[in-house]
């Protein structure tokens, strides 16, 4: 479908500066409109309030719908296994999950919102393995750059036929490899026709490569703000195919978009000094971006020009402000659910 641009560019006539008062922050993309159905959450089953870590991961276990309101900080001694069925809420200005990441893995219908995952070592913040129907929300995620690429694994990695995926409003930032889509080249029959990953109005500051690097499916990106997304941020190899369009980007930036299949020596692992080959993907662009002066290598056009679903497309000159004032914490701890 056709993104709804003229609606949302004559937002800013109406509300001027109040724009972010008009911010839809419901579910969009792939999570949403997919054959499987519309991912739910924990919809409809109890509401459990969980302050400490032995609470959580007995709250988050089996199929059973249940949402989950997460308050404080869950400094995680091991990898939280979320089951499917469940929504993930942190409370008012966002609940802290520390040390530990969230995994994902042959589940379906899982939501998580307003969580700053925080410092996560030896392991990806959150891993989405072998699982469908999953909305990554209005969460914080944090690292550092100064310990190289491989301190830290990815912020959101989406792996393993995973499948109608959203990834929307996150603040992503000081972090290097930021959010793999496939990961090995010997799963290409299995990922092959999954993989669908839509992203939009996430903030990514300060990162390295990875924002992200699909892999044998097709992402739609659209209207996040790249600030110092220092090497490479949109990556599409190995017959991947990406839409990319309505983004900015913004400050030290060497390409914002490539479908070129060489892994550059800085994303990492590398085996050859010079990057790791791979076949090139593909891209098409859609409304217009704003590449800020960064390099863009589209090697490839594809043929992924519509998603299937409808979105409201944020004019190009209201991106910057829009996702800096929507993005991360804070914005929805008080959501109570769908309508
Ligand atoms: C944690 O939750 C329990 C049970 O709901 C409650 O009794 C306790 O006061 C809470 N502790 C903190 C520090 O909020
Ligand atoms: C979290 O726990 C680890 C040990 O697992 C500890 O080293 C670290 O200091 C703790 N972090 C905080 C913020 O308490
Ligand atoms: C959530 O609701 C409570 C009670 O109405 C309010 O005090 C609090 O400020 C709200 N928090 C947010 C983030 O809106
Ligand atoms: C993938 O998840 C499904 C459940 O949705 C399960 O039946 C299947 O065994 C899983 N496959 C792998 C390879 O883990
Ligand atoms: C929850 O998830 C499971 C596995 O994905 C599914 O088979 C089941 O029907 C769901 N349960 C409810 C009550 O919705
Ligand atoms: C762009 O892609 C071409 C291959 O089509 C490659 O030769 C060139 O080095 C790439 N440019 C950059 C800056 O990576
Ligand atoms: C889209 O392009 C890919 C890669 O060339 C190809 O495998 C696929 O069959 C094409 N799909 C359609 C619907 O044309």
Redesign the pocket.
């Given at each position: 479908m056709r993104p709804s641009i003229l609606v949302l560019s004559l937002l800013p006539l109406l509300f001027g500066h109040a724009l972010s008062l008009a911010q839809n922050f419901d579910l969009v993309g792939y999570a949403k409109d997919n054959p499987l159905g519309p991912t739910t959450g924990g919809l409809g089953g109890e509401i459990v309030t969980v302050n400490d870590t032995k609470s959580l991961k007995s709250a988050v276990k089996g199929d059973t719908p249940r949402i989950i309101h997460l308050s404080g900080?869950f400094?995680l001694?091991s990898r939280l296994q979320i089951g499917s069925n469940k929504t993930l809420l942190g409370l008012g200005p966002g609940a802290e999950i520390?040390?530990n990441g969230l995994t994902l893995k042959s589940v379906s219908n899982v939501i998580i919102r307003n969580l700053g995952i925080r410092f996560i070592l030896s392991n990806d913040a959150i891993t989405i393995q072998n699982s469908t129907r999953v909305w990554i929300d209005h969460n914080e995620f944090e690292s550092s750059l100064a310990d190289g690429p491989d301190k830290y694994d990815g912020q959101c990695d989406i792996v393993r036929a995973s499948d109608w995926i959203t990834v929307s409003w996150n603040y992503f930032h000081d972090h290097w490899k930021s959010s793999l889509v496939g990961n090995k080249d010997s799963l290409r029959d299995v990922d092959t026709g999954h993989l669908h990953v839509t992203y939009h109005h996430n903030h990514w500051r300060n990162a390295g490569t990875r924002g992200p690097a699909g892999r044998f499916g097709h992402q739609h990106v659209y209207n996040n703000l790249y600030e110092d997304f220092r090497y490479q941020a949109i990556h599409s190899r190995s017959d991947n195919q990406v839409l990319v369009e309505g983004n900015v980007f913004r400050g030290q930036m060497r390409e914002a978009l490539s479908t070129y299949g060489l892994v550059i020596p800085d994303d990492s692992p590398n085996t050859s000094p010079e990057g790791d080959w791979e076949i090139d993907g593909f891209a098409n662009l859609g409304v217009e971006n704003d590449w800020g002066g960064a390099g863009v290598n589209v090697t490839q056009t594809g043929n992924f020009t519509e998603t299937g679903y409808g979105y409201g497309i944020t004019a190009l000159g209201e991106v910057e402000g829009v996702v800096r004032e929507g993005a991360g914490l804070g914005k929805v701890g008080n959501w109570t659910g769908f309508g």
């Open positions: 900080t400094n001694t520390l040390t």
